[in-house]
């Protein structure tokens, strides 16, 4: 019998990971392509039932054996209908994306939400391997989350994890939720960037701004200070109604290690009272945890 692989994608607003991926989760194959946002929803659609089809016969000619598809993107997603409620960088709502998939394709399709695979990923495979009650906690343009609860991601028909939304500061910058002050106008890489821009007149990447934290430049640890207390105050207030026993931070700002992770432990344990002790620690999948969590939720399609 041949070996069976899953079609896995990871379906971002610009470009969308694709490949195969093997047991023991073995990538075969990984390729970037575009999503195609700016033709429109429909022509997102054709495009993912396109690549879809093409790494399916790709697996056959392999002499693999495909036994399902895993898609996942941002927005609000219930899995469980395979509903995209709404995903802005696309163009979709209340778009029954897993059903018109499953009308085109000729494996059985899982749908879920980006962050979320990608926590399942890290508490399967990855730094939380094994740990049942876990925060996954990617910093990045934005910053959402994914609730791993007695071994499962939790979903909350879609609205779950969106703690890059929880208000800091209730005088700061106006998010683009329309609320003002959330975690991601403070702790995001584009946070960091863009207050620090604004600050030292000159465009500046949150990476460069880790790296004069280094030197101790005074502007660069103002804005990361804020950064690692807007950090703390977040996982403080999962901890004290979740109770996780790991949060593994991912993203971009996570390149940084522990110029990001050393403060921002030092700040929750300073403020820790009644808790359950918390490790803190990096993400260890990178930018492949997306696909993984893609290939998982197929695997169950």
Request: net charge neutral.
């Amino acid at each position: 019998m041949a070996d069976t692989c899953v079609v896995a994608l990871d379906v971002g607003g610009t470009r969308m990971k694709a490949g195969l991926v093997g047991d023991g989760a073995h990538v075969i194959t990984v390729s970037m392509y575009d999503t195609g946002r700016e033709d429109g929803p429909g022509a997102v659609t054709e495009r993912l039932v396109s690549v879809v089809q093409r790494l399916t016969d790709n697996a056959r000619e392999r002499g693999l054996r495909p036994s399902g598809a895993g898609v996942v993107i941002p927005g609000i997603i219930d899995e469980g209908s395979g509903v995209v409620r709404n995903s802005a960088n696309i163009g979709w709502r209340d778009f029954p994306l897993r059903g018109h998939l499953a009308q085109h394709i000729d494996l059985p399709v899982a749908i879920g939400h980006d962050v979320r695979a990608g926590g399942l990923a890290e508490s399967v495979l990855g730094a939380g391997q094994g740990e049942r009650d876990m925060l996954f906690l990617p910093l990045g343009t934005g910053i959402a989350a994914a609730m791993i609860m007695d071994g499962r991601p939790f979903s909350g028909n879609g609205y779950g994890g969106e703690i890059g939304h929880m208000q800091i500061d209730p005088k700061g910058t106006v998010c683009g939720c329309g609320a003002r002050g959330c975690l991601e106008t403070i702790s995001s890489a584009s946070a960091v960037s863009r207050r620090y821009s604004e600050r030292a007149g000159a465009e500046t990447s949150a990476a460069e701004v880790a790296r004069r934290v280094q030197t101790r430049e005074p502007l660069a640890m103002e804005i990361w200070q804020d950064c690692t207390d807007g950090l703390a105050t977040a996982m403080l207030a999962y901890m004290s109604i979740c109770a996780p026993a790991q949060i593994v931070v991912g993203g971009g700002l996570a390149e940084s290690g522990e110029t990001l992770l050393a403060p921002v432990r030092a700040a929750v344990e300073r403020r820790m009272t009644f808790h359950r002790p918390v490790r803190i620690v990096r993400a260890a999948l990178g930018d492949r945890a997306g696909l993984l969590g893609a290939a998982l939720l197929g695997r169950t399609a």
